[in-house]
């Protein structure tokens, strides 16, 4: 994180005030984290892309509903696993509805040396995500990659889902347990 | 077991260290706040001086209300109606001062139809001597 919270919170008050520069620098600020929260969740960098446009989006929107008590970061976050959530339960049952990726990415743009590595690395994780969690339910992947992936506090994750702890706990539970299989049999 | 929980944990320490870009991150910078530049304008918060003008009238609401149904449910006094006196002998009996006896009205009647009689001959005297006097003034 480059900003510290004092500049962050100034960006806030002249978002209010409908200054879409200030909310530009947020977004910039904090776009990789959203988009890396809905890869990790989604394993579809299209559909990451287009989540993540959605969070910012909702966030300017709902700007006016933010409470500063909790932290910019953890609020984007639970928009993205609102989001997310509702993405994976809709393809969770139905997987041949998953889009599949666009290949014209490469082509409406032209590929810088870095965009390449990006998506190289971003598929390569993609693909690593997806053989240990493609079996879970969305409520244990969510657990899973807050908690184990992204490295989140019980009390942060608690905000993002509104889950209790108990039902967080056995959702961790049953996900790491499945993963383990998944390690034995490879 | 203790392989696959060492594995487990290198796998996720590999993931942890992996944080993922947007390929083109400027382009997707630029097509958000494209939608966000054509959104409309956020809807400014009401005026607080109406949130208190509402406060008080819902206040205000609630205290009517509630003194309507105390009034409803209240328990009202009893009236003793043994502790009053009827006035009923008061009422039927016959007094001197109340009473409208009807000769001396009779009395008073003939009286008046005297002085009647009396001011109508005065009056036809008067009208008389005034003609005799002054004819001319009768004459239209």
């Not at chain 1, 976050?77 to 139905?94: E, P, S, V």
């Not at chain 2, 006094?77 to 007094?95: D, G």
């Amino acid at each position: 994180m480059h900003m510290d919270q004092q500049e962050i919170q100034r960006l806030i008050q002249q978002s209010l005030y409908e200054d879409p520069q200030a909310f530009g620098q947020l977004v910039v600020e904090y776009q990789s984290f959203v988009f890396g929260l809905a890869l990790k969740l989604t394993c579809h960098s299209d559909e990451a892309e287009d989540i993540t446009q959605e969070v910012f989006i909702r966030a300017w929107t709902h700007l006016p509903q933010f409470n500063p008590q909790v932290k910019f970061s953890t609020w984007l976050y639970k928009i993205t696993a609102n989001l997310c959530f509702d993405w994976l339960r809709k393809h969770h049952n139905h997987p041949e509805m998953i889009p599949a990726e666009k290949e014209g990415n490469v082509v409406e743009y032209i590929p810088t040396e870095e965009n390449i590595t990006n998506q190289l690395i971003n598929q390569e994780l993609v693909e690593k995500i997806t053989q240990l969690t493609q079996e879970l339910t969305p409520k244990q992947k969510l657990i899973f990659t807050l908690w184990d992936l992204e490295g989140m506090e019980p009390e942060e994750i608690k905000i993002i889902t509104g889950m209790s702890s108990v039902k967080i706990k056995s959702n961790l539970y049953l996900a790491r347990k499945y993963i383990r299989q998944r390690i034995s049999k490879l | 077991m203790k392989d696959t929980n060492q594995t487990y944990d290198q796998i996720l320490n590999d993931l942890r260290k992996v944080q993922p870009i947007p390929s083109h991150p400027a382009e997707l910078t630029r097509q958000i706040m494209g939608k966000i530049n054509v959104l409309p304008q956020r809807k400014k918060a009401k005026n607080s001086k109406l949130k208190l003008l509402r406060t008080w009238a819902q206040i205000a609401a609630i205290l009517v209300v509630g003194i309507l149904v105390y009034e409803m449910i209240k328990p009202h006094k009893k009236l003793n109606f043994s502790s009053i006196p009827f006035p009923e002998a008061e009422s039927t009996q016959y007094t001197e001062a109340h009473s409208f006896p009807v000769k001396e009205k009779i009395k008073q009647y003939i009286i008046w139809q005297e002085i009647q009689t009396e001011k109508k001959k005065y009056r036809k005297e008067l009208i008389s001597v005034f003609q005799t006097s002054n004819p001319k003034s009768l004459m239209p």
